[in-house]
């Protein structure tokens, strides 16, 4: 079962089945991810074939992890399936 793990709190959590992987990267489920541990970040990226990316910090434990999550709300055609999913980088550690 995946979980992205950071300064020792687990902060997304679900089964291999309910994952997608892209690029290398774990796309969780949003409900798999504890919200309380996301703050909306102002930071937007654009990918040719997934489209726009919004960014959250992660706070854990009083540290904030800047642009360390990130989510396509609205994914192009080509990234349906990783329409509401989050996933991590940053030094977010995902174990398997």
Request: hydrophobic share 40%; charged share 20%; net charge positive.
């Given at each position: 079962m995946p979980k992205a793990i950071w300064n020792g709190v687990v902060i997304a959590e679900a089964p291999d089945n309910e994952v997608e992987i892209v690029e290398g990267n774990v796309y969780f489920p949003i409900q798999a991810v504890h919200q309380e541990y996301l703050q909306t970040s102002?930071?937007?990226?654009?990918?040719?074939?997934?489209?726009?990316?919004?960014?959250?910090?992660?706070?854990?434990?009083g540290q904030t992890n800047r642009d360390a999550?990130?989510?396509?709300?609205?994914?192009?055609?080509?990234?349906?399936?990783?329409?509401?999913?989050?996933?991590?980088?940053?030094?977010?550690?995902?174990?398997k």
């Amino acid at each position: 079962m995946p979980k992205a793990i950071w300064n020792g709190v687990v902060i997304a959590e679900a089964p291999d089945n309910e994952v997608e992987i892209v690029e290398g990267n774990v796309y969780f489920p949003i409900q798999a991810v504890h919200q309380e541990y996301l703050q909306t970040s102002k930071k937007i990226t654009q990918c040719h074939w997934k489209g726009s990316a919004n960014y959250y910090d992660v706070v854990v434990n009083g540290q904030t992890n800047r642009d360390a999550a990130w989510t396509y709300r609205h994914p192009l055609d080509a990234a349906k399936k990783i329409a509401n999913r989050i996933a991590f980088w940053r030094g977010i550690g995902i174990e398997k």
